[in-house]
């Protein structure tokens, strides 16, 4: 068997599919994105085509091994983000090809079902009470909202409370048992988020998710020692390497890779086994496709640190399609009680409806994040 063509649609809301198709009809499906820099990871998906054509899909490792090895620069949210939707894509196929779910080539799952969370609140978070108790009464144990919008490097106190008292808010309509993802976004800097972190330890978070930009994840050390809740991270680190740094210098309590921008699942596997060295617990990012939604689940399945995973059913972002939009069968990915099973059917386990792909690819997307600024007129961290 040998790969022939690899094909991508630019997709709403936000996303890009991948199909990688042989010689001898089968194929497979991945998502490789950047939120926001669809078209410019579309490029890099087409660059590397030259090193898989004509190859052998099957070998997953060696592909993956000559895509990240064979340039000379490496690394970064476009190239890993490009590598990771051909490794999802990779692994679908040989899962189609040989009957078997990705789990089952990963090892056999270790659990049936994942504990998931669903979104509320925004990206400048308002009504996160009513939109939490939402949730709850659909069945889910635990939701994400975002903890503030614009924060200067040194800002009013009044900031903090303002975001401690959103996070009372959502505490008080939910109670005690429900778990809270609070995430910061990288909007918080070192001489804030010393404050801030210490306040919110009486609504007992689930975790508090980059409390500080990736670039200064050292002062973890100094602003989140003794912390009496986990704080998570991940999404914007594209390598096992720099998951390696974080671990061993013990500042951080959940890893959050994404499977559509650390590599795939071969790389997001490593980097979960890695973090179990550590006594961390994995949370894989995924506010993005039914594609990456279940690479993740897969990745979940076989990981005992695994303990809850995000998806983006509804979320703010998803404004022209949703998750399930693109799927034959929507069941793959229902949501039942908080939890989803583990995909159980050929690859991935989820079929997409290629005819509405190429539909909705003639909407495409042109989708960027906001750009806020502060009072001075200056950038702010969206």
Not at 25 to 51: I, K, Q
Not at 97 to 116: N, Y
Request: hydrophobic content about 40%; aromatic content about 8%.
């Amino acid at each position: 068997m040998k790969i022939t063509r690899l094909k991508t649609w630019q997709v709403p809301p936000r996303w890009l599919f991948l199909k990688i198709e042989t010689d001898e009809g089968c194929y497979g499906w991945g998502e490789p994105v950047v939120e926001g820099r669809a078209a410019t990871v579309e490029a890099a998906v087409h660059e590397l085509a030259d090193y898989l054509i004509g190859q052998d899909p099957h070998r997953i490792e060696h592909l993956w091994n000559t895509l990240y090895r064979a340039g000379f620069y490496r690394g970064g949210p476009i190239l890993m983000s490009a590598i990771a939707g051909i490794d999802q894509a990779l692994w679908d196929l040989k899962g189609r090809d040989l009957g078997v779910p990705v789990s089952q080539l990963l090892g056999g799952a270790c659990r049936d079902r994942m504990r998931m969370y669903a979104w509320t609140g925004g990206d400048r978070p308002a009504d996160v009470g009513a939109g939490a108790k939402a949730l709850v009464d659909k069945g889910f144990t635990a939701f994400k909202m975002n903890g503030t919008a614009e924060m200067a490097i040194v800002d009013s106190h009044a900031k903090v409370d303002d975001a401690v008292a959103r996070v009372a808010e959502a505490r008080d309509a939910v109670g005690p048992d429900v778990g809270i993802g609070i995430d910061f976004h990288g909007r918080v800097h070192r001489p804030m988020a010393k404050a801030l972190l210490r306040e919110l330890e009486p609504y007992h978070p689930m975790f508090v998710e980059e409390p500080v930009l990736p670039e200064h994840l050292p002062s973890l050390k100094h602003i989140a020692g003794g912390l009496s809740y986990p704080i998570a991270t991940g999404e914007r680190l594209h390598t096992r390497y720099q998951f390696r740094d974080l671990l061993a210098e013990g500042m951080v309590d959940i890893v959050q890779p994404d499977l559509s921008h650390c590599g795939g699942i071969s790389e997001g596997m490593k980097i979960a086994t890695l973090a179990s060295c550590f006594d961390v617990a994995l949370a894989p990012h995924c506010p993005l496709g039914p594609l990456t939604l279940a690479a993740s689940l897969h990745v979940d399945a076989v990981n005992h640190n695994a303990f809850i995973q995000e998806q983006s059913m509804g979320i703010h972002y998803n404004r022209d399609n949703d998750v399930l939009d693109y799927l034959v069968d929507k069941n793959a990915l229902s949501i039942t009680d908080g939890y989803c099973k583990i995909p159980d059917g050929p690859g991935l386990g989820v079929e997409i409806d290629e005819a509405f792909v190429e539909e909705r690819s003639k909407v495409g997307h042109r989708w960027r994040n906001p750009v806020w600024t502060h009072d001075d007129g200056s950038v702010a961290e969206w």
